[in-house]
């Protein structure tokens, strides 16, 4: 947590890479006895109310349960920039994000295949047309039988694979050449035991969704004009159960939060990384960053402040105002109530 502020915060998510060599044979037979539960059901969905074993233990999950998807090589998650089908399947930070989390269930497409559904969207990963060849894009589409949005779980190193069923020679999802750069495309290749084809599940942070209600002006924290556009500006406006008003704490750890927003999926963050008094709250693609990343303390009246990780500055209202979209901001701590959020979990 003491990282440089461009360093993201991914890698305080994972074991270290020498326990995890250590642990791989334990990991790779947890998430077999995981995939055989799910092989063996039709119909399981996911879980709702918890979560798969923590890396480096041996307990596998249950059945249908929600798991990240990390590549052996980079430690990164497999992930989808927005749930619309369509949209490309990448590996990118482990930092909580919706398309980041994912269950499988058993596809008709064959007595071992599976399906690898989007727990956001309820989509499904597919080898983009059906196609046999090598350096086919793996894409979010509807799930079904088809060939192309099933896969059977192989041995690969200390991990598993998902092999394609769309061509007669063995293929695989694989991170494109291996690369353990953020952001890299899934593709499909030759399954040769090849380190970008092996993958292994994390538990994903736990989260909640609550809206957050200024102290001051008993408004509630949502994004302007609801856009889900990266620097949409974060406002206060009357409490009116629109989904901008709704947030996801993901909680990292040691107190320090992400802050997802319910409509666009992008996180809280102050903008540019500012360590400016007065520096505007907006929200951005959940990257991991110190600016993307709040510490939540509670107060004694049950409220919390948020405090930016980078700036350690307080989000607050600008001045203090109880005005309909009135900013968002950060600014030293002062004993004014524009900085004390009420979180009141949706449901509760």
Known sequence: MNAPSNTPLHASLQAPSKERRASAVARRAALLAFLMLVCGALGWGPATSSYAY?????APASAGQIVNIVSAPSG???????????????QGRCFGKPGARWYLQSSGAASDAVNIVSAGSGAC???ANASPDNGAAIRLAACDSRPAASFRIVPVGDGVGFQ?????????????????????????????????????????????????????????LGI????????????????????????????????????????????LAISNGSLDNGAHANQFSCDGYK??????????????????????????????????????EQWDRTPHTDQLWRMNPTGS
């Open 54 to 58: 923590a890396a480096g233990t041996a």
């Open 76 to 90: 990164l998650c497999v992930e989808v920039p927005a749930s619309q089908v369509g949209q490309p399947v990448r």
């Open 125 to 127: 990963v597919e080898v």
């Open 164 to 220: 394609t069923m769309t061509s007669t020679t063995p293929k695989c999802l694989e991170v494109t050449e291996s690369s353990t750069a953020d952001g890299a495309a899934l593709r499909q290749w030759d399954c040769k035991q090849q380190a970008g084809a092996m993958f292994f599940q994390q538990q994903p942070p736990r989260q909640w969704e609550t809206t957050l209600v200024n102290a001051n002006s008993g408004k509630c």
């Open 224 to 267: 302007l004009d609801q856009s889900a556009l990266d620097g949409a500006r974060a406002i206060q406006r009357t409490c009116n159960g629109a989904t901008d008003q709704r947030w996801q704490i993901v909680e990292l750890g040691e107190g320090k939060v992400a802050v997802v927003n319910g409509n666009s999926g992008k996180c």
């Open 291 to 328: 600016f993307h990343t709040w510490t939540r303390s509670p107060a004694a009246d049950g409220t919390h402040t948020l405090a930016n990780l980078r700036s350690g500055k307080y989000l607050g209202i600008r001045a203090q105002s109880t005005d309909e979209a009135a900013q968002a």
